[in-house]
Nanobody
Framework: QVQLVESGGGLVQPGGSLRLSCAASGSIFSIYAMGWSRQAPGKERELVARIVNGGSPNYADSLKDRFTISSDNAKNTVYQQMNSLKPEDTAAYYC???????????????WGRGTQVTVSS
């Protein structure tokens, strides 16, 4: 059983910043990748950013100039720094990880419950 606990969401004015955190815990042998997606009301969930262990981060093209993903592998934690926030960034943000429970176990993807980000004046 793996749990993902997200934090850092909230209400922010346009132009402001937020830093999201997501800590993974449980029977994790190895994490292959960590990332963030978001879903606005009435829209499909979309990838925000993803980082593969030992690799470079990938971003949605429209967000790479304002969002930065990072991870602390020792803490099984992924962060997302969001700057110059816009009202259209308003969404529920979901953390996800690709992990294995053992050396020969298959890779599993798990999702957090989401944290709400609202950008409004």
């Amino acid at each position: 059983q793996v749990q993902l606990v997200e934090s850092g969401g909230g209400l922010v004015q346009p132009g402001g910043s937020l830093r999201l955190s997501c800590a993974a815990s449980g029977s994790i042998f190895s994490i292959y990748a960590m990332g963030w997606s978001r879903q606005a009301p009435g829209k499909e969930r979309e990838l925000v950013a993803r980082i593969v262990n030992g690799g470079s981060p990938n971003y949605a093209d429209s967000l790479k100039d304002r969002f930065t993903i990072s991870s602390d592998n020792a803490k099984n934690t992924v962060y997302q720094q969001m700057n110059s926030l816009k009202p259209e960034d308003t969404a529920a943000y979901y953390c996800n990880i690709a992990w294995t429970g053992g050396r020969l176990d298959p890779t599993v993807r798990s999702w957090g419950r989401g944290t709400q980000v609202t950008v409004s004046s």
